[in-house]
């Protein structure tokens, strides 16, 4: 009997599943809309029935099923698999989503947080293969990150490790939502790099992007790409700068955890060898003297997959040996 692990990734519009099996191998996926108004009890409906129908689809049994492993937005309390507070879908107090699971499934399930879940599914299934110490900077509206080490995610003593987000790289700089000034989500997320360049368009500075603005009464991380590639001096100002600001915090990273590998993943990131290139310029520049740099700067390879890839993967790691 081929023993399997589901892994599901809690997003604010969908929620994704999979199956995968003992040699990490993707055994099938399914999607439904995430019942955002319906609370967490309707959140955890659909998960079960997620959980049915890709057994269901897969010809897999329950009995053959190890575990479930959740990824879910936070703040999470891991060990008591308590979701503290979820910005995207009201109604989450401190509810026991991972027991709450387990209960209605009649199947072991552990709770991970989504960033640390789509690390560790690149360091199962993706990019991050093979990396004795890897980290995942997932570049969109926010900037996640996960860090896995020896196979297993760093969570720190308070389930906080690894909100590379929100470290500083420009003293008394930009005021983050987090309470900090001067943190990397506000230089480097494709959001921020956006609303930098609007910013800067609205001061008055010179730019197609105006135009963009104009039209669309928005500008997106990839209008910025494209006017730069155009040969835009605004635009690629402000791309420089979010690689630069990269580059800082993978200096950072390399001196802290002297990683295989720093991959960058997310929306940003499908500008693929035009955000790479910089990034991995301003790294090696500001990169200490002492020794070449050994930690490559990578692409994610997963895209929207790890998260689910990971959470699964998660659930072998904690429930696999028992
Ligand atoms: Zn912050």
């Known amino acids: 009997m081929t023993r399997m692990c589901i892994g599901i990734d809690l997003g604010g519009t969908f929620t994704k599943f999979a199956l995968l099996d003992e ?56 060990d008591a698999g308590v979701v503290i507070a979820m910005p995207n879908i009201p109604g989450f107090d401190h509810f026991p989503l991972r027991d709450r699971l387990s209960g209605k499934l009649g199947l072991p ?15 199962l299934c993706g990019s991050g293969r093979s990396a004795r110490v890897m980290v995942l900077l997932t570049l969109g509206t926010g900037l996640g990150g996960g860090i896995v080490i020896d196979g297993k995610v760093l969570h720190g003593a308070h389930s906080m490790g690894a909100e590379i987000g929100h470290m500083i790289v420009a003293p008394e700089g930009e005021l983050c ?63 420089d700068q979010a690689c630069y600001y990269l580059g800082i915090a993978c200096v950072s990273l390399a001196r802290l955890l002297d990683p295989d590998v720093i991959l960058l993943g997310g929306g940003l990131a499908k500008a693929g060898e035009d955000l790479l290139e ?45």
Request: some cysteine; glycine content about 12%; proline content about 4%.
């Open 109 to 123: 399930a552990t709770l991970e947080n989504d960033a640390n879940a789509a690390a560790l599914g690149e360091h």
């Open 23 to 78: 040699q990490m191998r993707l055994a099938g996926q399914c999607q439904l809309d995430t019942p955002a108004a319906q609370g967490p009890e309707g959140v955890v409906g659909v998960m079960a029935e997620g959980c049915r129908q890709l057994m269901q689809e897969n010809n897999v049994s329950p009995a053959q099923v190890v575990g479930v492993g959740i990824g879910s937005p936070g703040p999470l309390d891991l």
């Open 177 to 239: 939502g987090c309470g900090q000034r001067g943190c990397i989500e506000r230089y480097a997320s494709a959001a921020f790099l956006a609303l930098r360049a609007r910013r800067a368009v609205e001061s008055g500075r010179e730019s197609s992007l105006a135009g963009v603005l104009a039209a669309k009464g928005q500008i997106d991380s990839r209008d910025v790409n494209q006017a730069r590639q155009a040969g835009d001096a605004l635009a690629a100002e402000i791309w």
């Open 278 to 322: 910089p990034t991995r310029r301003h790294f090696i520049r500001q990169h200490w003297q002492l020794t070449p740099p050994r930690t490559r700067l990578e692409l994610a390879s997963l895209g929207n997959d790890a998260g689910v890839i990971g959470a699964a993967g998660q659930a072998w790691s904690v429930l696999g040996k028992r």
